[in-house]
Structures are given as structure tokens and as C-alpha cells.
């Protein structure tokens, strides 16, 4: 398991200028009173900032020098994350394997978990990546 460092507090001008370069123009996310007459109460980050951060955070343990991103699977939101909240990144290697038409390569499956400054599960996902294989030792 990787614990991604350093951890990213999440700001109101982060969750807008993220919105709008997306065309993300949800009320949600900018406006305050729409927000406030929401479940949550106030506004909440919109999740693909939080899916961006969690693969940003981890690349230089996880991803930095793969040969692609294959796959992202299973990714939940299952708690808001609102301006203001400071995230942590926690990735678990679930499964390795080589790869059967290239033998320098192989396929490493992992669980990516963002977690909030209360320790509560925010988003988590599974991603798969292609990476070089070490060479082979020669006896």
C-alpha cells in the first residue's frame, strides 16, 4: 500500500476554475444559494476534480514511468468532498501479471482510495496499468 505525500487541501477557486475550463456549470458546484437548498447544504467539489487529483497524487509512486493508463473500473463517490477538505491518497497494489504477448511488459491492477481529513472513503477506484517488466536475470 502507498500513502501518497503530500496530501492537497481542496479550495473553492480549485472546485470553479476546474469546473469551468470542464464547461461543468452545475449549480452545485458555484452557487452558493442553489447549494445551500441542496442535501448537503453548501456546495460540493465536483467528482472528476477529485478522480484528477487522486491519479496526480499518485503518479510518482504508481504510474510515473508506465507505458499506459489501460483502465479506470468501479470508481464510486460515496461521501461529498466540499471546499476546504484535505485529501489523502492511499493506492494498494491488488494484482501483477505479465503480459502474454510482450514478454517485457506486464499489467499491474490497483485500488486508488481518497480518503477526507476525517478518514472518510471519498472516492475509490480500481485502475489498471501497463508497465516495463524488469529483464530477466541471466544465470
Same mark, same amino acid.
Given at each position: 500500500?502507498?500513502?501518497?505525500?503530500?496530501?492537497?487541501?481542496?479550495?473553492?477557486?480549485?472546485?470553479?476554475?476546474?469546473?469551468?475550463?470542464?464547461?461543468?456549470?452545475?449549480?452545485?458546484?458555484?452557487?452558493?444559494?442553489?447549494?445551500? +437548498?441542496?442535501?448537503?447544504?453548501?456546495?460540493?467539489?465536483?467528482?472528476?476534480?477529485?478522480?484528477?487529483?487522486?491519479?496526480?497524487?499518485?503518479?510518482?509512486?504508481?504510474?510515473?514511468?508506465?507505458?499506459?493508463?489501460?483502465?479506470?473500473?468501479?470508481?464510486?463517490?460515496?461521501?461529498?468532498?466540499?471546499?476546504?477538505?484535505?485529501?489523502?491518497?492511499?493506492?494498494?497494489?491488488?494484482?501483477?501479471?505479465?503480459?502474454?504477448?510482450?514478454?517485457?511488459?506486464?499489467?499491474?491492477?490497483?485500488?486508488?482510495?481518497?480518503?477526507? +481529513?476525517?478518514?472518510?472513503?471519498?472516492?475509490?477506484? +480500481?485502475?489498471?496499468?501497463?508497465?516495463?517488466?524488469?529483464?530477466?536475470?541471466?544465470?
Amino acid at each position: 500500500v502507498y500513502k501518497h505525500w503530500p496530501a492537497k487541501t481542496v479550495t473553492e477557486s480549485d472546485d470553479h476554475l476546474f469546473c469551468l475550463i470542464t464547461m461543468n456549470h452545475h449549480p452545485l458546484h458555484l452557487n452558493d444559494v442553489y447549494a445551500a +437548498q441542496s442535501q448537503q447544504k453548501r456546495n460540493v467539489v465536483v467528482g472528476p476534480l477529485v478522480y484528477s487529483l487522486a491519479l496526480g497524487m499518485s503518479v510518482s509512486d504508481v504510474s510515473g514511468k508506465a507505458i499506459a493508463n489501460l483502465a479506470t473500473e468501479e470508481l464510486s463517490h460515496p461521501n461529498p468532498v466540499f471546499h476546504g477538505d484535505t485529501l489523502f491518497v492511499e493506492t494498494e497494489v491488488l494484482e501483477k501479471k505479465e503480459s502474454r504477448s510482450k514478454p517485457d511488459r506486464g499489467l499491474v491492477r490497483t485500488l486508488f482510495e481518497v480518503l477526507n +481529513q476525517q478518514g472518510e472513503v471519498v472516492m475509490s477506484m +480500481q485502475a489498471m496499468n501497463l508497465v516495463r517488466c524488469r529483464p530477466a536475470a541471466t544465470p
